[in-house]
């Protein structure tokens, strides 16, 4: 994936990043550090620490795995936007499942964007939608 052409975002948001391979979680830490270096970033492999965290913690945006044991990011998401105190937290799936139907379950769950996994995006692309997304929800909730 082509490194940032562009200045990284320094606004300090805080991310969640949800997904049952620790693999998968050190990449995409690594590719937000790259765009937004001054932000927090929350890792969790362990499924049952999902529902606690977010209940104490808020998140500018969620990235989400979708097909994971106990429960699914599509469950999660649906969970999240079933309760207004999530509204503002933007809802990003990265999956390999990502055919149109696919998405069009997901969007219909509340998730605002698919990133396919691997991640075959630019980070110029990547930054471009994650910034409309969280500059959408804030504005909107």
């Not at 320094?10 to 995409?28: C, E, G, K, P, Q």
Request: proline content about 5%; overall charge positive.
């Amino acid at each position: 994936m082509p490194l940032l052409k562009r200045a990284p975002n320094t606004v300090a948001y805080s991310f969640l990043l949800v997904d049952d391979n620790a693999i998968n979680l050190r990449i995409l830490e690594r590719v937000l550090n790259r765009m937004y270096p001054n932000s927090h970033i929350t890792k969790i492999q362990d499924l049952t620490k999902v529902q606690p965290v977010i209940a104490h913690q808020a998140f500018d945006m969620v990235f989400l795995d979708i097909e994971m044991p106990c429960i699914t990011g599509v469950d999660l998401a649906r969970h999240m936007r079933s309760q207004r105190k999530y509204d503002s937290w933007g809802i990003v799936a990265v999956t390999t499942r990502n055919t149109a139907s696919d998405v069009a379950i997901y969007k219909s769950a509340g998730i605002d964007f698919t990133f396919p996994k691997p991640l075959a995006t630019t980070h110029d692309h990547m930054m471009d939608t994650i910034n409309y997304i969280l500059r959408a929800r804030k504005a909107h909730y």
